[in-house]
């Protein structure tokens, strides 16, 4: 019954079927927004918030960024936080994560939570600084060093190959 | 041959154009006749290579020049002058548009009286109806000294260009989305010039202008860079040089006061260089609209000094005839209408009507043999083109002798080249005897910002958090955590709870909607309510999409009749739509068709706003099933729906032998007897009819297609009667409610639906005034309707005060006859009313917002709305849009109490819907809140609670997800 007649396949795939998913909470240490020196008006801020927060994929965000240095000029740091931010929204949401954030010293991925018969999701091992924990993945964070955000970046990139290699798949919870 | 061509070989044609290149005089009058003008004007204005001014006598007769000139010349050197949208004395907005076309037009003239500056390309032609040309404007000495070139590279302050821009008329926004805005953010600054296409954006670096680049209003983004930028006035009259008129701060100077900022009257003819050439229309038709404007002008003023509205010395804010005639006599003009009086002119005489054959092929393509073995050079211009051409070339004489174009002309002629020769001109109006030619859809220069889809909340919005639920929003809020400053969304739950959103999870947040506009109850944090509901929700919308599921399957079972495919009939019926068909319509008609030539019943739902043409193609699949001998029954809710549809089949069907027939209240028992007995005997091939149609008493005899219009207004046992049908013969459903994007896609796969978008080519915008009530202002519009023949609709949405309405009403126009509806009648009182009101019985129909839609009423053109603050957008929308759907000038008003001022919201609302562009945030909100409340309908009355409890959007997702859970389940 997975017959689609009459109307373009394609369109059905549209974000706006988007299931009902988890929201991605990205808690790192960053100064992130539009300042209203780069944008005074509250309601244009507000509805390009909302348009940043709707973006898909990689592609879109770079258009978006590219988008801002023609209308508005040169990204401030707050607002290159805010597309940091968003890249690593866009990543986490694929490798399947709920949420990304600092926790002790210590930068913490985890998964949504597992129902209460369960008590691991068997995560496979990474290597590197990265360890597996019950139900997510660790690593040591050092606010000062210069290069976290790659790292945070390159983590959840190395998480998602993880868990989708194949065998590994299914893994998710037991 | 080509068709200037032959215009340029005769004789008298040469001899006016050496005349007008010599500075010679020129005949006054040169008499010709109205189809001839426009290719004389097209060839003048090549061979001449001078800016021209066309005056026209009104402003249809001018945008039709322009439609028409089109085909002539080239487009691009084409400009309207249009008039204001007020009248003279009456103080209201001009309009987006006016003011960017007059703009445009004076700038294109002005151009060549600046000194140093390069010659535009291409000569203006500049097309102006009476009214604008005396129209008072900026002297063209002040509209000079305030244009400023800038270049790239260039010395200046962006703080001393803000204030100049102000100075002539520019508004500071947040994002460039008009002409006439600029904006500023940082060391940008990006302004509109009317004059351009695009608007600019420059980057500053200090004080030196660093880029100029024009950009897209609709991205943002830049299109091209440029080296200078010519900035002309935003405004016929310059907020700069009206500091004495003291207006109070928030209400600027607007051109209501051009004649008391500029003494000295001027018009566009002083803009006029000196070589330049005026054409007039037609003379004497000018002269007497002339006086007709004057007449009208000078009433006006005398109520409104009456009234305390206007200043006694007010001075007269338009050139009078007189005034224009001594200007005209200072340039250079030519008259093509017959104003001698005399004998026609040679070159009129050269012209003559063509041959009419209002629709018969045959003979018309026997005439064209004729022309062809004739060798006798044709031009054929018409809307059907290729289907001409097509059976030309069959018919044997040379094809190629019989030049074929695509265009809209409204009329032909045949031009004597030489004693033997003759130049034949055919158009759709000698060929089908078509008269109007179909208007072409203008291009508005008023953009949506790449955020126009994110606008639609602001603090004190309901919105809804798909983890949360249903809450205030607030406003963005700045919090510093960890030493760390961050923004947020904060939302109002239940008992003042708050809830901060991090922006990069704004998408969580959608604004609510629910299906009655009531505001919905806020959800306690914390606990399970949420969830609870959402649970319930997903219920429910599982059992909706199991039910669509089920029907879907047994449709795909059942085994129904397969039509065959088009006939030669339907073509020509197919040819013979007076209109160009959009897109839209072409793919729903080839939808339809290919369901209707499966086995498989088809059921296919046509959404698209009344006027969109979902009529002819329920037309054309009506008539296809009668050329396959079978039977069309078309169910309507209304009784007046009932006639307009019976009139528009009887007339499209008349040149074929088909039966069309009507059931409703308006045939008497003697004539429903008969026409049911015909119809179970099979001699109706079409019946069209209310509720009627389903009572046991009629039968078809071989019934092949079901036709349902608004099925959402059926009761629910028609609905299980439509149920059954649906899996018996092909059904197709039309309905007016305008269906979302996320809905149809829900539904897509399970519900077969076309859509039609693209509204019709496009009307005449509606003049809209906006004020408090007056008793003057409504006697005048009444009057105004009433005497050029027309109707009027006045919505006073309080039932119980109607009939007092109705005797103010009748006391201020006692000459008219009116008519009340309201949704409290009794069915067939109320069908009678509109009934009489579709007929002409009744002047003024006096009425509740009842009409807000599905209502086709072409004679109709004036709407008074009673208390219009008090009205959603959405539903202004819809109320102006009964009006202005046929061929004559209409006119919205929208009163507001005559004391009592608004709320800021309704005030806004009713400014929004007098700035009178379809484009616009504003716009496309309310658009988008109608759809939503029209899915309420179409998914049925029981699902509005679940509607209501999470909102549209949230609802929508459910459903989607549903429905795929259902089917992989």
């Known amino acids: 019954m997975k017959q689609v007649s009459g109307l373009e396949k394609a369109e059905l795939a549209l974000d706006d079927l988007r299931e009902v998913s988890m929201a991605v909470a990205v808690d790192l240490p960053l100064a992130s927004g539009i300042p209203s020196s780069y944008v005074p008006d509250q309601q244009t801020r507000l509805n390009l918030y909302r348009r940043i927060a709707d973006v898909k994929d990689q592609a879109e965000l770079d258009a978006l960024a590219t988008e801002f240095e023609d209308r508005f000029g040169a990204l401030p740091d707050m607002v290159r936080n805010l597309f940091y931010q968003m890249k690593v929204k866009l990543l986490a949401q694929e490798a399947g994560l709920i949420s990304v954030g600092v926790e002790n010293d210590q930068a913490v991925f985890r998964f949504p939570p597992l129902p209460e018969s369960v008590e691991t999701r068997n995560l496979p091992p990474i290597g590197g600084s990265i360890r597996a924990g019950k139900n997510a993945y660790r690593m040591p964070f050092l606010r000062d060093d210069p290069h976290w955000q790659d790292a945070i970046l390159e983590a959840i990139v190395a998480i998602q190959a993880a868990i989708r290699e194949p065998g590994i798949e299914k893994s998710g919870v037991q | ?969």
């Open chain 2, 1 to 969: 041959m080509k068709i200037l061509e032959a215009i340029r070989s005769l004789k008298a044609y040469q001899r006016l154009l050496e005349d007008l290149r010599a500075g010679h005089p020129i005949p006054t009058g040169l008499g010709l006749m109205r189809p001839a003008r426009l290719p004389l004007l097209a060839a003048l204005w090549e061979d001449l290579d001078l800016p021209l001014l066309f005056i026209t006598d009104r402003t249809d007769r001018a945008m039709a020049v322009l439609d028409e000139l089109a085909f002539w010349m080239d487009r691009s050197a084409l400009q309207i002058y249009p008039e204001p949208n007020p009248l003279f004395y009456e103080q209201a907005a001009w309009g987006t548009v006016t003011r960017r076309d007059r703009l445009n037009s004076l700038t294109s003239l002005a151009v060549y009286h600046f000194l140093g500056s390069p010659r535009p390309s291409k000569a203006p032609l500049v097309i102006a109806p009476l009214r604008a040309v005396m129209t008072r404007t900026l002297p063209r000495r002040d509209f000079i000294k305030n244009s400023k070139i800038l270049k790239v590279n260039q010395k200046i302050s962006p703080e001393y260009l803000q204030r100049q821009w102000m100075g002539i008329g520019y508004q500071p926004v947040d994002i460039v989305v008009e002409p006439g805005q600029f904006a500023q953010r940082g060391g940008i600054l990006d302004i509109w010039v009317p004059a351009e296409n695009l608007p600019v954006r420059m980057e500053f670096f200090g004080d030196e202008l660093d880029t100029l680049r024009r950009f897209d209003p609709a991205t943002q983004r830049t299109v091209e860079k440029i080296e200078r930028l010519l900035i002309t006035p935003a405004r016929e009259v310059l907020p700069a040089q009206a500091g004495h008129l003291n207006l109070p701060e928030d209400q600027p100077a607007d051109e209501f006061y051009i004649p008391m900022v500029y003494p000295l009257p001027t018009s566009i003819l002083d803009y006029l260089p000196t070589q330049s050439l005026v054409v007039v229309d037609d003379l004497l038709y000018l002269q007497s609209v002339g006086n007709e404007i004057e007449e009208q002008s000078v009433k006006l003023r005398r109520e409104s000094i009456q009234e305390g509205i206007l200043a006694e010395n007010f001075p007269i804010p338009y050139l009078t005839w007189g005034e224009i005639i001594d200007e005209l006599n200072s340039l250079r003009w030519l008259d093509l209408g017959q104003s001698n009086g005399e004998e026609p002119s040679p070159l009129a005489e050269s012209f003559q009507s063509g041959p009419r054959y209002g629709g018969r092929l045959k003979p018309f393509f026997e005439f064209l043999q004729e022309l062809c073995r004739k060798e006798q050079p044709t031009l054929i211009v018409s809307r059907q083109m290729s289907r001409l051409k097509a059976l030309w070339n069959e018919q044997g004489c040379s094809p190629d002798r019989i030049q074929f174009m695509e265009g809209s002309l409204s009329e032909g002629w045949q031009l004597k080249i030489s004693a033997e020769k003759q130049f034949y001109l055919l158009t759709d109006s000698e060929i089908f005897g078509w008269e109007r030619p179909q208007p072409r859809s203008r291009v508005r220069p008023v953009a949506e910002t790449p955020e126009a889809m994110y606008a639609d909340f602001k603090p004190g919005s309901w919105v809804v958090h798909v983890d949360y639920g249903i809450g205030k929003f607030i406003g963005l809020v700045q919090r510093v955590l960890d030493g760390v400053e961050r923004e947020f969304l904060c939302i109002e739950y239940a008992d003042g709870d708050q809830l901060f959103v991090p922006v990069h999870q704004a998408d969580r947040l959608s604004r609510y909607i629910g299906p009655s506009g009531e505001a919905p109850t806020p959800t306690r944090l914390g606990g399970n309510e949420w969830h609870n509901t959402r649970q319930r929700v997903r219920e429910a919308v599982l059992e909706v999409a199991q039910d669509l599921l089920d029907l879907y399957s047994r449709r795909q079972v059942a085994q129904g009749f397969a039509f065959s495919p088009d006939t030669p009939w339907q073509h020509d019926l197919e040819a013979s739509f007076p209109y160009v068909e959009t897109e839209d319509q072409l793919k729903a008609i080839a939808e339809v068709k290919r369901d209707m030539e499966r086995p498989r019943p088809m059921d296919r739902l046509l959404c698209g706003d009344v006027g969109y043409g979902k009529t002819e193609v329920a037309l054309r699949a009506a008539f296809k099933a009668v050329m396959d001998g079978k039977q069309v029954a078309m169910l309507v809710p209304t009784t007046v729906l009932a006639q307009q549809h019976y009139e528009t089949f009887r007339q499209r069907l008349a040149a074929f032998p088909v039966e069309v027939e009507m059931l409703s209240r308006f045939r008497s028992p003697r004539e429903q007897d008969e026409i049911i007995l015909r119809t179970a005997m099979g001699e109706v091939d079409i019946l069209i009819g209310t509720h009627r149609l389903l009572q046991p008493d009629v039968t078809f005899k071989d019934l092949g297609l079901l036709i349902i219009d608004e099925e959402q207004r059926f009761g629910v046992t028609h609905k299980e009667h439509f149920k059954k049908l649906r899996t018996e013969v092909d059904v197709l459903t039309l309905t007016a409610t305008p269906i979302p994007r996320t809905l149809y896609m829900a539904l897509a796969g399970v519900r077969d639906i076309s859509v039609i978008n693209t509204p019709p080519a496009e009307r005449l915008p509606v003049i809209t005034h906006i004020g408090p009530y007056s008793p003057r202002l409504v006697r005048q519009a009444i009057v105004r309707e009433l005497e050029r023949g027309g109707q009027v609709f006045f919505v006073h949405n309080r039932v119980h005060s109607i009939e007092a309405m109705k005797r103010h009403l009748q006391k201020l126009v006692p000459e008219a006859r009116i008519g009340i509806a309201h949704g409290q009648m009794d069915e067939g009182a109320l069908a009678q009313v509109m009934h009489d009101f579709t007929r002409g019985k009744i002047d003024v129909l006096l009425c509740t917002s009842i009409i807000e839609s599905g209502l086709d009423i072409p004679n109709a053109n004036t709407l008074i709305v009673d208390r219009g603050d008090a009205f959603g957008l959405a539903q202004l929308y819809q109320l102006r849009g009964r009006v202005g759907r046929g061929a004559q000038r209409a006119y919205a008003y929208f009163f507001r109490h005559r004391r009592k001022p608004p709320t800021p919201e309704g005030q806004e609302r009713l400014e929004v819907i007098a700035e009178n562009t379809q484009l616009g945030a504003g716009y496309s909100i309310a658009m988008r809140d109608l759809e939503m409340r029209g899915a309420g309908e179409l998914l049925g009355t029981r699902q509005h609670g679940f509607i209501a409890s999470v909102g549209f959007h949230l609802y929508t997702r459910l459903l989607a997800t549903g429905r795929a859970s259902v089917e992989t389940g």
